[in-house]
Structure formats: structure tokens, C-alpha cells
Nanobody
Framework: VQLQASGGGLVQAGGSLRLSCAAS????????MEWYRQAPGKQRDLVAT???????TYADSVKGRFTISRDSAKNTGYLQMNSLQPEDTAVYYC?????????????WGQGTQVTVSS
């Protein structure tokens, strides 16, 4: 199983980006999906989660600006980011808890750079 994150880029403050996280391989089902971010010199922080049932949680710093979603038919998760600010600059990583036959394990995407200019 592999996760491919994409959609990052350079955007001005106040702009928007939509990140995608596509899972491929032998996938029986995808449980939760999460987005993390890591700014230079800082730890990797949890940004948003979406559960099997579609329940979502967000870090306080992104509430009201970011929206996590998923398309189970496409084995893909999304992070819609609006009203971006320079402090949102980071490498964004997706993580998914995936069942492949009888094995349930976490997989990480490779990260996608988001840079917000002031």
C-alpha cells in the first residue's frame, strides 16, 4: 500500500490550496485518515483527522479555515485549505490507517510542500 500526497505549492496569504492523498495497492478498506504538517525546525503536528464514519477533528490553529474530507470510492482524502497564512507554511503529510486483507497498518505519504507568502 502506498500513499501519494499532492497539491502543495506557493500561494499568497489569503489564498487557498487543496491537498490530495491517494492510496494505491491492495486495499480492503481505509479506516481513518489524517493530515500532519511540519515546519522547518519544528515537530510534526496533527492538523486534521477524519474517521471511518466521517467524523472530523481539527487543530485549533486551522479550525474554520481547513476542511478534511474523503472519497472512499477513490481511496483518496483531501484537505481544503482556505485563508492561508504564512504560519501555515510547512510540509504536509497524510497518514491513513488501511486494511489490506487481514493486515491493518498505518501508511504515510511522502509530504507536499505548502508555502504561503505574505
Amino acid at each position: 500500500v502506498q500513499l501519494q500526497a499532492s497539491g502543495g505549492g506557493l500561494v499568497q496569504a489569503g489564498g487557498s490550496l487543496r491537498l490530495s492523498c491517494a492510496a494505491s495497492g491492495t486495499i480492503t478498506s481505509i479506516k481513518s485518515m489524517e493530515w500532519y504538517r511540519q515546519a522547518p525546525g519544528k515537530q510534526r503536528d496533527l492538523v486534521a483527522t477524519i474517521s471511518t464514519g466521517g467524523g472530523t477533528t481539527y487543530a485549533d490553529s486551522v479550525k474554520g479555515r481547513f476542511t478534511i474530507s474523503r472519497d472512499s470510492a477513490k481511496n483518496t482524502g483531501y484537505l481544503q485549505m482556505n485563508s492561508l497564512q504564512p504560519e501555515d507554511t510547512a510540509v504536509y503529510y497524510c497518514k491513513a490507517n488501511i486494511r489490506s486483507h487481514f493486515i491493518l497498518a498505518d501508511s504515510w505519504g511522502q509530504g507536499t510542500q505548502v508555502t504561503v507568502s505574505s
